[in-house]
């Protein structure tokens, strides 16, 4: 049986990709600090929290009981605040770094010893904020400019496993991540999370030849303003 761990299973995105995969027959092992209601023989909820790397190398060392092989890793805990930088401190910025960029590190990087060599595939779930710009998100555009990079890397350093990466780069989706935010953006103008998985299954579900190395998606109408 085919192992997934998704990472921030509590919540939007990863809550539905977890359900997603557990109707596709995977065994999954979730990782968040609140915990998720599924009931479901497959699925594992394990307390994780990314920033702090004694509490990731707990979370590996409770997968491990649990198998030692990972054919299916999706990195997806973040977390997105905005704030003027003028209004931004160093508390704020370093938050978004510890959470997308430092907890992405670690947990690839307690990944290695379950990788499947020709075929672990890494999906990370990073930002069209990747890639572009926005106002008022200074930290969160650093933190997801830098897990982009940190995948890169990473994609050039573990070579020799043969490993598939897939970043997608999503522009909004309709999810609870946007509830916290000091911002009145139309939800209309957001992805509905069924579109999301859409995207989703088409990644998981491609050829195993084949690298989607570059999907960004948005709404029709283009990125919210
Ligand atoms: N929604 C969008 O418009 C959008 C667009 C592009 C990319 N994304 C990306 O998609 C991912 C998921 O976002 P979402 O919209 O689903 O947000 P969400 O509903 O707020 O969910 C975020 C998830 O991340 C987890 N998380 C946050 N901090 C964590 C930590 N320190 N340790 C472990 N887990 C942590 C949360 O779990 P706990 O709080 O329980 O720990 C929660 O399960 C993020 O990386 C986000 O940047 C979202």
């Known amino acids: 049986m085919k192992w ?41 909820d394990l307390e994780l929290d990314v920033t702090d790397e004694v509490a990731v190398e707990e979370f590996y060392k409770t997968l491990r009981e649990l198998t030692p092989k990972v054919h299916l890793f999706i990195q997806n805990a973040g977390i997105c605040e905005m704030s003027p930088a003028s209004k931004s401190d160093a508390e704020f910025f370093g938050k978004h770094l510890a959470t997308n960029t430092l907890g992405a590190f670690l947990m690839l990087k307690g990944l290695k010893p379950f990788l499947v060599d020709g075929e672990t595939h890494i999906i990370s779930i990073l930002s069209a904020a990747a890639k572009f710009g926005y106002p008022d998100m200074t930290a969160y555009n650093a933190s997801k400019f830098g897990q982009r990079g940190l995948l890169e890397s990473l994609q050039r350093e573990w070579k020799n496993h ?26 209309e103008r957001m992805l509905p999370v069924e579109d999301f998985l859409y995207v989703f299954d088409f990644v998981l579900n491609a050829p195993p030849n084949i690298r989607l190395a570059d999907l960004t998606f948005l709404h029709r109408d283009g990125f919210l303003e």
């Open 162 to 187: 043969r490993l598939r990466f897939t970043p997608l780069y999503p522009g909004a989706i309709d999810t609870p991540l946007w509830g916290g935010l000091q911002a009145d953006f139309s939800r």
């Open 4 to 44: 997934a761990v998704v990472t921030g299973s509590s919540s939007g995105l990863g809550l539905a990709m977890t359900a997603h995969l557990l109707d596709q027959g995977w065994n999954v092992a979730g990782g968040s600090r609140s915990g998720t209601d599924i009931e479901h023989e497959n699925f594992y």
